[in-house]
């Protein structure tokens, strides 16, 4: 009788994967998440795929994909099966929405943000400045039913997930140890389709990530707070929860997360010295140290010696 509490790692081993947002080419902060996921997956000896995850077509822009394409090639990034785009794999999304909706703990949501906000005052709740608000349940039935296709009342609404009452998440961090998350203080029902019929990126990398038996996620840090969420999605869809490490955020001299938003600029691939030298860069700030730094060396050369050094350890230190 095989012990069901303790599966076995899939057959095929470490599978990992890179999942940028198409909406502008690589910048430090990204390359960063790309050569520590590549690192973990080379080192482990797994699969490294990438997943381009361009659901918000309003911040996508053309041709942003093929030219994080280029930039990877350019610092000898390869990827080891055939990349995806989410904007193919809507029919996943939905039918994972469904699957909610038959388990009735979905309902719709027809709050704009502003009503949120000015309910969470009412209330006496400060969010605080970059925090997103914790959702206070307003349009929340008691009790939830299915309601017949989601898909065809889904103008107008967003369709947000009701968390059972006490929902704390704990998961291991492989750098950063031990992470505690209550769902419902911090984060409330959360949003899973958008009133603009968008499915979220919370459902989408969720349901992406189980479709392509991903077991190690290696990501930047700004996106620790969305882990519990997707933990939780996770366990209600059925589906096995990966292995998760949070690498270290790169800051402009501002103190901010650097970001599309933020203007950073693309990481410069035009010949492989420049490619080497964005790539010892993003390693320093992995926290690799004494990797070959000759004018000869190779890219190939220097992301064996990257591989070699890369410890998950380094990365919080
Ligand atoms: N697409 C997300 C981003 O670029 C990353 C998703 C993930 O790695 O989970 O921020
Ligand atoms: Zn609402």
Redesign the pocket.
């Known amino acids: 009788m095989p012990n069901l509490k303790n599966p076995s790692p899939p057959a095929d081993g470490y599978r990992g994967r890179f ?3 198409p909406t502008g080419p690589l910048h430090a902060g ?1 390359l960063v998440a790309a050569l520590g996921s590549w690192l973990d997956a080379r080192k482990n000896h797994g699969k490294w795929l990438l997943r381009m ?1 361009d659901l918000d077509a309003p911040r996508c822009i053309s041709g942003a994909d093929q030219e994080i394409l280029r930039q990877l090639l350019a610092c000898g990034l390869t990827w080891d099966e055939e990349p995806t785009w989410q904007s193919q794999h809507q029919g996943r999304y939905k039918k994972a929405l469904e699957r909610l909706n038959q388990l009735q703990i979905i309902y719709p949501c027809t709050c704009s943000r502003q009503d949120i906000a000015n309910t969470l005052e009412t209330r006496g709740v400060m969010t605080p400045r970059n925090q997103e608000m914790v959702y206070p349940g307003t349009c929340r039935p008691h009790p939830i039913s299915a309601f017949d296709e989601v898909e065809r009342l889904a103008t107008e609404v967003a369709w947000r997930l009701a968390l059972p009452p006490g929902l704390t998440i704990h998961f291991e961090d492989l750098a950063l140890g031990q992470q505690t998350q209550d769902l419902n203080r911090e984060v409330g029902d959360f949003v899973l389709h958008r009133r603009d019929g968008i499915f979220t ?1 919370q459902l989408a ?1 969720v349901v992406d990530d189980a479709e392509q038996k991903i077991t190690h ?1 290696v ?1 930047g840090a700004d ?1 620790l707070n969305n882990t519990a969420r997707q933990i939780y999605l996770q366990k209600t869809l059925g589906y096995e929860t990966p292995s998760y490490l949070h690498l270290p955020l790169v800051l402009d001299e501002h103190g901010e997360k650097l970001s599309k938003q933020t203007l950073a600029s693309a990481i410069r691939t035009e010949n492989a010295q420049q490619a080497l030298q964005e790539l010892r860069k993003a390693a320093r700030h992995l926290g690799l140290r004494d990797l070959p730094d000759g004018k000869e060396t190779s890219i190939a050369q220097w992301l064996l010696a990257a591989t070699q050094a890369w410890d998950r350890k380094i990365t919080s230190s």
């Open positions: 999942a940028p947002s990204s995850e990126y990398v996620i990501r996106l």
